[in-house]
């Protein structure tokens, strides 16, 4: 069973910063790629940010430049580094984890972490 828990969600004023952080039950070497996910009120989930096991990252265009995923193979964690926050950046945030079991890929979702940005 994997286990993600997200903490670092909250109220920030527009152009203020905020650090998602996102622990795993195991390894973060187990996953092919950990990634968040952001999804506002009657809208999708998107892709916001995500890394692969191999360190490569990839951005959604809406958050290049001001967004920022880490990881800290150590502690099991994945961090995003949200600056110069916008009040469209408001959303539910996920941290997501993919795991590869022969022809399978499985998904993994943490409880998620509200965002809000106030203009």
């Known amino acids: 069973q994997v286990q993600l828990v997200e903490s670092g969600g909250g109220l920030v004023q527009a152009g203020g910063s905020l650090r998602l952080s996102c622990a795993a039950s195991?390894?973060?070497?187990?996953?092919?790629?950990m990634g968040w996910y952001r999804q506002a009120p009657g809208k999708q989930r998107d892709l916001v940010a995500s890394?692969?096991?191999?360190?490569?990252?990839n951005y959604a265009d809406s958050v290049k430049g001001r967004f920022t995923i880490s990881r800290d193979t150590a502690k099991n964690t994945v961090y995003l580094q949200m600056n110069s926050l916008k009040p469209e950046d408001t959303a539910v945030y996920y941290c997501?984890?993919?795991?590869?079991?022969?022809?399978?890929?499985?998904?993994?979702w943490g409880q998620g972490t509200q965002v809000t940005v106030s203009s």
């Open positions: 890394i692969t096991s191999g360190g490569s990252t």
């Open positions: 997501n984890a993919k795991r590869l079991a022969g022809p399978a890929t499985y998904d993994y």
């Open positions: 195991r390894s973060i070497f187990s996953f092919i790629a």
